[in-house]
């Protein structure tokens, strides 16, 4: 697909402002929509949408189909009469800098219970309609899911490989009956859905009208602990007993001597090439309902990936494994049309993954940061980008460009400043790399919200590597502001994005 020389902001709904512990899809995100077109944007970028497990990881969700009911309105449920006020007064006090995950999830559900009991006693015929016809086009993936989540909840949240042999198996009686145990349960994770995914697209359509495009992400794999690998566990490499055989990771680099042990269970692409990869088209046509544009997180994976043997303690021991990508791709381009797809292309990229982002047309990406790191090699450098590429100052990976800058050996500090032209300094690195990003060829550039604002590490939204602790921080409400927006417009305008 061919892209329009544009900008915009990464910056996903958790971390914008909101009264409890949370961003949300209230008027936050309809007041961020109006911050990205004052300031003269046309993107809106995301992390993945879905419902997150242990660590709070988007990459590592519950369904790859599913949206996160964290991020559902209360003040919305008001409005449309689900919820009292009342039912939002609460004692708990919630940070406004930083998601507390637990305490959000614990003050969270009941009250989505009581949305939830509210409806199903006194919902009006016609929203119920509107619930039922929202289950019917969404059964494809609804189904397993809330029967996956009901059941969680039901064996005390451990993972499906540790539940009960008959259902941990899918057998037939043992689905039948858990159906209609758990029915309550069930019928609740469907309904948090239709609130999810109604929500959502009110605020994507605001954004769409208002000429803002979204760009969404799927990562490459999927948790083990998800729906997906217990409903589907016959495209995924699992033993009889459905334990991974082999597992995902990287291999040893310039960052890591261990490499990065992901343990996502991988896919038996030969039983996925028999099915015409239905399950990828499904899930592609699922995620463009939610965006406009897909990013795709370790792109290099689908020319080949790196299969680790399960039960490894790093990712030493792991073997390039050739993936069908160029198949892939193209029955999902006759599936659904050309796709509005960025590839995610960083890391060791050999020249098979190349060809494969080439022969497709998709955009990859380069990091600012990257370009001024006289450590390695790169091709980050904006004069050396071709016109089909997406400039980051940084991703969630990244520390902010502050952070990053503060640490920065004194030769690269030296680089960069005769490479822009400008005397750095802490105060105003973060809009020098941000005008040099959308001063570029590249045909889009984005910058995560923490470089507009100037902030350092205490603003890095994850640490690779490091389990706990990430994709807490938010935006608080004055730091959206018309003097922020004028400051990006005129940027934005010189460098006509």
Request: aromatic fraction near 14%; glycine fraction near 6%; proline fraction near 5%.
């Amino acid at each position: 697909m061919n892209f329009e020389r544009s900008s915009g902001i990464l910056l996903h709904p958790t971390s914008l402002p909101g009264k409890f512990g949370i961003g949300s899809l209230g008027k936050e995100a309809f007041d961020f929509v109006d911050f990205l077109v004052e300031s003269g944007q046309k993107l809106w970028q995301v992390f993945p949408l879905g419902p997150t497990g242990y660590g709070d990881s988007p990459y590592q969700c519950f369904s790859a189909f599913a949206g996160n009911p964290l991020l559902i309105s209360l003040e919305k449920l008001v409005e449309e009469g689900l919820l009292t006020e009342n039912d939002l007064n609460t004692n708990e006090t919630f940070d406004t800098n930083l998601v507390d995950f637990g305490k959000v999830i614990n003050f969270k559900f009941p009250v989505l219970r009581k949305a939830y009991s509210h409806f199903a006693m006194n919902g009006s015929q016609l929203e119920k309609i509107k619930f039922d016809t929202f289950c019917q086009n969404s059964s494809l993936w609804l189904e397993d899911y809330a029967l996956f989540m009901a059941l969680k909840d039901h064996f005390g949240g451990k993972p499906w490989i540790e539940w009960d042999l008959d259902i941990k198996m899918r057998e037939e009686k043992a689905l039948e009956y858990y159906a209609n145990h758990l029915s309550e349960t069930i019928n609740f994770q469907k309904f948090i859905q239709y609130l999810f995914f109604k929500q959502w697209k009110e605020v994507k359509s605001y954004a769409n009208s208002n000429y803002i495009k979204v760009v969404g992400d799927i990562p490459i794999f999927v948790a083990f602990d998800s729906a997906d690998a217990w409903s589907n566990p016959d495209i995924f490499l699992f033993d009889q007993d459905r334990k991974p055989i082999k597992v995902a990771g990287v291999p040893p680099d310039y960052f890591s001597a261990t490499g990065q042990l992901w343990g996502n269970p991988l896919y038996d692409w030969n039983k996925l090439e028999e099915t015409g990869f239905q399950w990828w088209i499904d899930r592609i046509k699922s995620n463009l309902v939610l965006s406009d544009i897909i990013r795709i997180d370790h792109f290099r994976g689908f020319a080949a990936y790196w299969a680790v043997p399960y039960g490894e303690k790093t990712a030493i021991n792991g073997e390039w494994v050739p993936a069908p990508g160029k198949a892939l791709f193209t029955a999902i381009e006759k599936a659904l049309g050309t796709l509005p797809i960025i590839a995610e292309d960083l890391g060791l990229i050999t020249p098979d993954v190349i060809e494969l982002r080439d022969h497709f047309n998709f955009p990859g990406m380069k990091i600012l940061q990257f370009a001024f790191d006289s450590g390695e090699e790169n091709d980050y450098l904006p004069h050396t980008y071709d016109k089909n590429c997406v400039v980051y100052t940084g991703t969630h990976d990244n520390d902010t460009v502050l952070g990053w800058y503060q640490k920065a050996k004194a030769e690269d500090k030296k680089f960069l400043a005769d490479y822009i032209n400008v005397v750095c300094n802490d105060s105003n690195i973060s809009m020098e790399l941000l005008k040099a990003a959308w001063a570029s060829t590249a045909v889009i550039a984005l910058a995560p919200f923490q470089d507009l604002l100037g902030l350092g590490s205490e603003a890095r939204i994850n640490t690779p590597g490091v389990a706990a602790g990430n994709w807490m921080w938010r935006a608080k409400a004055e730091q959206i502001n018309s003097s922020k927006a004028s400051d990006l417009r005129k940027v934005t305008k010189l460098y006509f994005r």
